[in-house]
């Protein structure tokens, strides 16, 4: 992946297990690299510095608008999200409000750049429900059948990201 020198990358949910992961490959393009979190004690995990950390709720439409405004990202990376199964289940309405509402506020807050970024939209293997062993590895032409509430959280996200890609808008 080629990246401009002055523009910065944004991860949402840098705080998390595979942010951490993600800071690291992306530290050597030697260009800004931002973080957003939501529980700050997870923030341990990261090289970043602490002046690159954002807290930011997605779910909280004007500060999301004002985030992207404010860095005008080239790349975004969206890891946010709730990605724990059982927390999903019993909790419906904050997993949809954040892994949907929070997704579309991400994706409405980009379109209105005038330079949209790219964007990463991590999803989860979970969207395709038990896939039998004969149909090998998991792909994304397979039909989203989603088994439990987070997977169904996770395939609207993709669902709801489609259309600003058909359209040029992200």
Request: net charge negative; hydrophobic share 45%.
């Given at each position: 992946m080629t990246h401009p020198a002055s523009s910065p990358i944004l991860i949402t949910g840098a705080e998390g297990?595979?942010?951490?992961y993600l800071i690291r490959e992306l530290l050597p393009l030697q260009v800004p690299i931002f973080g957003t979190y939501f529980i700050p004690e997870a923030r341990?995990?990261?090289?970043?510095?602490?002046?690159?950390?954002?807290?930011?709720?997605?779910?909280d439409r004007d500060a999301?608008?004002?985030l992207i405004r404010e860095l005008q990202p080239a790349f975004i990376y969206h890891l946010a999200g709730i990605s724990f199964v059982p927390t999903a289940e019993s909790n419906r309405p904050k997993a949809l409000g954040?892994?949907?509402?929070?997704?579309?506020?991400l994706l409405e807050a980009a379109a209105s750049l005038e330079t949209a970024p790219r964007i990463v939209l991590i999803s989860s293997g979970e969207v395709y429900g038990k896939v039998p062993e004969e149909k090998g590895p998991l792909r994304e032409e397979f039909p989203l059948?989603?088994?439990?509430f987070y997977a169904a959280t996770k395939a609207a996200a993709e669902k709801i990201a489609w259309p600003f890609f058909e359209r040029g808008e992200i």
């Amino acid at each position: 992946m080629t990246h401009p020198a002055s523009s910065p990358i944004l991860i949402t949910g840098a705080e998390g297990f595979v942010g951490a992961y993600l800071i690291r490959e992306l530290l050597p393009l030697q260009v800004p690299i931002f973080g957003t979190y939501f529980i700050p004690e997870a923030r341990h995990l990261s090289v970043l510095p602490e002046e690159r950390w954002i807290f930011c709720d997605l779910n909280d439409r004007d500060a999301t608008f004002d985030l992207i405004r404010e860095l005008q990202p080239a790349f975004i990376y969206h890891l946010a999200g709730i990605s724990f199964v059982p927390t999903a289940e019993s909790n419906r309405p904050k997993a949809l409000g954040t892994n949907v509402g929070g997704t579309l506020n991400l994706l409405e807050a980009a379109a209105s750049l005038e330079t949209a970024p790219r964007i990463v939209l991590i999803s989860s293997g979970e969207v395709y429900g038990k896939v039998p062993e004969e149909k090998g590895p998991l792909r994304e032409e397979f039909p989203l059948q989603p088994a439990n509430f987070y997977a169904a959280t996770k395939a609207a996200a993709e669902k709801i990201a489609w259309p600003f890609f058909e359209r040029g808008e992200i």
